[in-house]
């Protein structure tokens, strides 16, 4: 990585790994979800509110972590973290109805919640701006391949060795992750020109502002829109797409395993290009700025993802719908470092772990509400159609709002 040298390297492939187990953990639910359906006996409308607790603690801890991580350090934010989600990923062989199930999944989401906040202020500790959008997208790439090999393992686990022993095995990774990265990681490197590391972005705020004053601003409302709608299109994909295969689809467990790899592939591909395009774009645009850049890649791969995924409800057959699912998630991952790296761009260096834990704490109430409305769809209509047009089309309105409302953050020593 340039100047951070073999260190940063070493950063970076810790935050990948945490990426990979994230969701590995996190996917692990929908893949085994038939299972624990059957076991639990829940009912459709059931299984769509314990996707959605997940979110009810992640959402809440996205924004606690965020602000943990510019108080006491992303490294033991992180570290703990990690602990917690993995005993709680553990803790999942205890349920024994829906409410067991539904608190679990809460504690496990509030484990998880800041992740992705800690890793932007880690990102900000360690690599200079010129370079953070890449290593923003290479370092959250893991999550979806965290998602696509988690089909196959807990599928094939939960096939031989029953549902209930796969999240174990999550545990134990998590575990062994928290213990490396506690001994091994630093919060900030120790011999490198700190200057360059600290300097702001062209367009960033050169004054410490408070953070209540951005947490008023139109570009972070409005960006954290747009990453709602991410994550609505995300989270409907990531807790009922194994089941819209088998249901809808006609799929049996081992094929819906096999199936579900191929947008998650895609998705890592289109994540860890993400920063790449978006610094790409940025230098052959550089006289229209930098915030310039970051619009174009997400207005023009948000819009795209939201007509794949509304199309993918419509058809008939289950290769086109799988291959409109992929293409959805291929162009949403392409967002995927975008609004981690508007962050970086408008906000100083001091507010960066709050105000992206804001801004990830909004977008995750899609997780909240999107599987819930989901199951009420399923179970009042008896087919996907409508929740595909749904998630479509609040993509398409945040695309448009991007285009409008996304604008430096100007510098008012009056409300600092």
Not at 124 to 130: C, E
Not at 159 to 184: E, K, N, Y
Not at 208 to 235: D, E, G, H, M, R
Not at 247 to 276: C, K
Request: include cysteine.
């Amino acid at each position: 990585m340039g100047k951070i040298g073999s260190n940063g390297k070493i950063i970076l492939i810790f935050l990948f790994l945490a990426g990979v187990i994230n969701y590995l953990d996190r996917s692990a639910l929908s893949v085994a979800a038939p299972f624990i359906q059957d076991d639990l006996k829940l009912s459709p409308s059931q299984m769509g509110i314990i996707f959605s607790s997940f979110s009810i603690g992640y959402a809440i801890f996205n924004f606690i972590g965020g602000i943990a991580s510019d108080k006491f350090g992303a490294k033991i934010t992180l570290f703990v973290a990690m602990i917690v989600w993995s005993l709680f990923s553990g803790a999942i062989v205890l349920v024994v109805g829906f409410l067991s199930l539904f608190i679990v999944r809460i504690l496990f989401g509030m484990g998880e919640g800041p992740i992705s906040s800690t890793i932007n202020k880690m990102v900000n500790n360690w690599y200079p701006p010129s370079k953070r959008a890449t290593v923003i997208g290479l370092a959250n790439s893991g999550t979806p391949l965290g998602g696509a090999i988690s089909g196959p393992i807990v599928g094939y686990i939960a096939l031989h060795l029953g549902w209930r022993f796969s999240f174990i095995v999550l545990m134990i990774i998590g575990i062994i992750w928290a213990i490396c990265w506690w001994f091994f990681a630093k919060e900030k490197p120790d011999h490198i020109d700190q200057t360059e590391i600290d300097k702001k972005a062209a367009i960033a705020p050169t004054t410490s502002f408070k953070l209540s004053y951005y947490l008023k601003q139109p570009t972070v409302l409005i960006t954290a829109f747009a990453f709602f709608t991410y994550n609505y299109i995300l989270f409907f994909f990531l807790t009922w797409f194994p089941s819209y295969l088998i249901d809808a689809r006609n799929l049996s467990l081992e094929n819906m395993s096999i199936v579900t790899v191929i947008p998650w592939v895609l998705g890592f591909i289109g994540l860890a290009f993400s920063g790449i395009v978006s610094d790409f774009v940025h230098r052959h645009t550089a006289q229209k700025g930098v915030l310039f850049s970051r619009k174009l890649v997400l207005v023009v791969c948000l819009f795209i993802s939201a007509i794949c995924i509304g199309l993918s409800g419509l058809v008939t057959t289950t290769v086109s719908a799988v291959t409109l699912v992929a293409l959805s998630v291929l162009f949403l991952y392409l967002t995927g470092a975008i609004y981690w790296a508007i962050a970086q761009d408008v906000v100083d260096g001091k507010n960066i772990g709050s105000v992206g834990g804001f801004m990830h704490f909004l977008a995750n109430t899609a997780g909240i509400i999107g599987p819930t409305i989901t199951g009420y769809i399923v179970q009042t209509t008896g087919t996907y159609t409508a929740a595909f047009l749904l998630a479509g089309g609040l993509a398409v309105i945040a695309s448009i709002s991007v285009i409008f409302f996304v604008k430096p953050i100007t510098d008012k020593s009056s409300n600092a």
